[in-house]
């Protein structure tokens, strides 16, 4: 069983996909349990967690907010990345708004990628970035890079718009249980002992519950199935969508989805008309993965296959 450390827990929206799926989630608190939970105070110990999940606070990074932000985003954002430094666990998850910065911590590759709402089967349009980070130490070592594969649906024909903390507080505010199905919990779902506006803010803050599941999924296929994880081992050779959506590349496939060929396009335009240097990965990346990938698994194959007829010989 993995051990997961929550952080930022608010009221564990984020953690039910993962309880759901069997892994052991403790969470290090939540300022909204008591002061004394704050987790600047927090410090982890090495080696006893898996994997940490954790949602810091976005409101500094919000493109719907009013005021200058407070510079608390960041912080709690460094604090993030200091207990993942002090844990140093397999891989983590850390969620967000789309503006976020990247986090960047030394030995851990990080996929990026945002994720809808709409696409893991809730009716709300709620569009979230996540990043994935596994311990690689570095790309000699002989831990394979960990992948995520999100499911993702179809958009429904029509959504409702997105929750917010402060919805609470407002005069159109859906009501409570249509509130909480939207987030993905059940209608009859109460924090008997929080007021009107905090009840509106701790689910509005939260992971929506079904896009927890498709995270949790994805986590546990790529940290625990063997085959996949074997698979997917060279993903540092361009394995992954360039655009920057997180998706995996099969095949021949240069992008994943149209709309990130239409990225990709507006990308290299961009930085040639700013006179940058491409970040778009030139064609003849692609030719080497497939080609990298090809060779790799050849010799898996026949290293296998001289395995087998040895042992038979003895
Ligand atoms: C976006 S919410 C996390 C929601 C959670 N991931 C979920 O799915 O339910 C951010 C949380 O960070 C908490 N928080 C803010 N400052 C904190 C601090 N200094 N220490 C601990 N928690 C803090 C807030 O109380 C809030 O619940
Ligand atoms: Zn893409």
Known sequence: ??????????????DIGFKELGFCVVSAGDTILGEHHDIRKFKAKKGVFDGIIAGPPCQDFSKARRTAPTGEGLELLNEFCRIVEEAKPRWFIMENVPTVPNVKIDDYFVQRFDLNAKNCGSMQNRNRHFQFGSYTCDFDNELPTLILNIKRDPSPPSVSRCVTASEGKQKDRRDFADFC?????????????????????????????????????????????????????????????????????????????PNCRKRLEKKR??????????????????????????????????????????????
């Open 1 to 14: 069983m993995q051990v997961v450390l929550s952080l930022f827990t608010g009221i564990g929206m984020l």
């Open 181 to 257: 199905e939207l987030q993905g919990l059940p209608q009859d779902f109460d924090l008997p002992n929080f007021n009107q506006s905090a009840k509106y803010r701790a689910v509005g803050n939260g992971v929506n519950v079904l896009v927890s599941r498709r995270i949790a999924e994805a986590v546990k296929v790529a940290t625990e199935d063997k085959e996949y994880i074997k698979e997917h081992e060279l993903t540092m050779y361009g394995d992954l969508c360039a655009c920057g959506c997180g998706r995996l590349l099969t095949g021949r496939q240069k992008s994943a989805t």
């Open 269 to 314: 335009k961009l930085e040639k008309s700013l006179n940058l240097p491409s970040t778009v990965p030139p064609d003849d990346v692609f030719k080497q993965r497939i080609e990298i990938n090809r060779t790799a698994r050849a010799i898996e194959k026949i290293t296998e296959k001289y395995k087998k007829m040895y042992e038979n010989e003895d």
